[in-house]
């Protein structure tokens, strides 16, 4: 296969990182963090308050007075906060956000280029909210190998996607085969900064790691630690309880109380929303009276599902 000097060059630059960053070492034994997903008002407002802080920061955002950082696609069903903890100190997040009516946040700038993926069928989760003081990048490695392994089994993506400043694009490049997908824009909702569209197609990702002349993919051995190695600090929920972050007392707190959230959806969307918190919960409740030793089969619809 014939491989020209701007590819070659583009490679050298993926396993030149690749060996700066060690990625190949095994991170799966690394200990200093519990990964899992937040659903507690006092882990969810430290998850989004961490958020707040370093987009601040960094830039991205303005100081709010509630000191968190939090949108209407967390109220989405199946979205879901993913917390780093150690002595339940929260030092790391990111929220899955599935696909919706509401779409996906990044829908607000690269909406024409989300579209032929959902055209041709594809279950989008889109990575946003990242935020974090983890020391060890060992630890950040586990961070992320829990949120592929959630979205690919728990929300059952076909694609994830990322909206990531220019500087950081070749870390999501080298590491987890990212792939741009759309040019470089101004994003507001992170001050006008740059963005770069990034996208993970995961059946593309298992197939090319094996393919010698696949153009660039994830590394074999990092490849095994995400998908084939064991790593004790991750904390996975039972998938069939498994409804996103937030359940009803979640939904008029960050949407009523905390923020006024509420205010940006319409009327037909909000009542939608509110429905669904509110027989999920009945539901919920009436099942685990009626069969609470035994297992739970599809409690609610898989996150992921556009809303109805």
Known sequence: MKVDFEEKNQKQLIENYRRRIRINQDFNTASGCIHRVADKKGELEAAYNLVHESFVKRGYSNA???????????????CTTVISTNNSKVLGTAT???????????????????????QGGERI???????????????????????????????????????????????????????QFGPVKNYPAVNNKPAVPLMIRLRDLHTSVYDEDASSSMSRPFYKNIYH??????????????YGSWNADLFYYFL????????????????????????????????????SNQQIDNPAPTPGNPLK
């Not at 509630?66 to 069903?77: D, E, K, L």
């Not at 979205?151 to 490049?173: G, L, N, Q």
């Not at 790593?231 to 039972?238: A, I, K």
């Not at 037909?268 to 539901?283: G, P, V």
Request: aromatic share 14%; net charge negative; hydrophobic share 40%.
């Open 64 to 78: 709010q007075a509630s000191g968190i950082r939090v949108s209407i696609w967390n109220a989405v069903p199946g």
């Open 96 to 118: 899955l956000y599935p696909d919706s009516d509401l779409g996906l946040p990044m829908d607000r700038v690269f909406v024409d280029e989300l579209q032929p993926y959902r």
């Open 125 to 179: 989760i889109e990575i946003g909210s990242l935020a974090s003081i983890i020391p060890n990048q060992m630890l950040v490695f586990q961070l992320y190998k829990f949120l592929l392994l959630y979205s690919e089994e728990y929300m059952e993506a076909d694609a994830i996607v990322i909206s990531v400043h220019p500087k950081r694009t070749m870390f999501y490049k080298a590491v987890f085969d990212f792939k």
């Open 229 to 242: 190695a064991e790593c004790r600090y991750l904390q996975f929920p039972e998938k069939s309880n498994t």
């Open 256 to 291: 009523y109380e905390r923020t006024k959230l509420f205010q940006k959806l319409d009327e037909n969307m909000l009542l939608n929303l509110q429905n669904y918190y509110e027989n999920r919960e009945t539901f919920t409740k009436d099942l685990s009276a009626s069969f």
